[in-house]
């Protein structure tokens, strides 16, 4: 079945580690992003891809870092830069129409210790 | 990013009523508009989006309305179930329709549903 994952669900890291969170999708999607969830605050772009090798930043990305190498992935690295850094992560994809679905995995929970 | 406005936070309904969520928005001259449903510990997923050329459009038990000139726009559950217990989000591109992939969506805060059986 094509679809995003996203590895791993449950993450617990000592603060000042890095961490690096998996986004792989078989929709052959150009497009792909990275948001945060914090309880009441929505979703927050973190950073965007629209091509392989190219990225942008979104609203939050301080403390965040990306890579396109493959059309299919979009790892985010969660750097010990980040402040907050517990929350819930969600990568997403979209083909390559004007507007259109956003196609979401299932998340992953980052807790820091 | 655009600014976006959701409201309520919360709402909680009897099951077989209606539930309506409405968000606003400051300016935009965005055409498209749509809401996610996120189950629990779940990704969320498009359940219906509206273009500004219309003002309403159904999907069996939900509606979104919109409203231009007010730049408000509404979904609506009729008949609700327990199965529509979830949070509710409107999304809004910024500033229209440009080139593919460039369309940052801007999330409302979300609405926790809960149907009261």
């Known amino acids: 079945d094509g679809g995003i994952t996203q590895s791993p669900k449950y993450l617990f890291r000592k603060e000042g580690q890095n961490v690096t969170l998996s986004c792989e999708q078989n929709l052959n999607h150009d497009a792909m992003y990275w948001y945060r969830q914090d309880p009441g605050q929505g979703l927050r772009l973190i950073y965007y891809s629209q091509i392989v090798n190219d990225f942008q930043k979104g609203d939050i990305a301080e403390g965040y870092s990306v890579s396109r190498e493959k059309k299919e992935s979009f790892p985010l690295t969660v750097t010990s830069a980040q402040k907050n850094p517990t929350a819930f992560y969600l990568c997403a994809s979209k083909g390559a129409i004007i507007t259109g679905e956003l196609f979401f995995g299932e998340g992953s929970r980052l807790t820091v210790l | 990013g655009e600014n976006v406005e959701q409201h309520p936070s919360t709402l909680s309904v009897q099951e077989g009523d209606s539930a309506v969520i409405k968000c606003t928005y400051s300016d935009s001259a965005s055409n498209y508009f749509p809401w996610y449903k996120q189950e629990l510990g779940k990704g969320p997923q498009l359940i219906i989006d509206i273009r500004s050329n219309v003002g309403e459009k159904k999907d069996q038990r939900i509606a979104v309305t919109l409203n231009k000139t007010a730049k408000h726009f509404s979904l609506h559950i009729t008949e609700t179930q327990p199965e529509d217990s979830a949070v509710y989000f409107c999304?809004?591109?910024?500033?229209?329709?440009?080139?593919?992939?460039?369309?940052?969506?801007?999330f409302g805060t979300g609405t926790r549903l809960t149907i009261i059986p």
């Open positions: 999304a809004l591109p910024p500033e229209g329709i440009s080139n593919f992939g460039n369309e940052k969506l801007t």
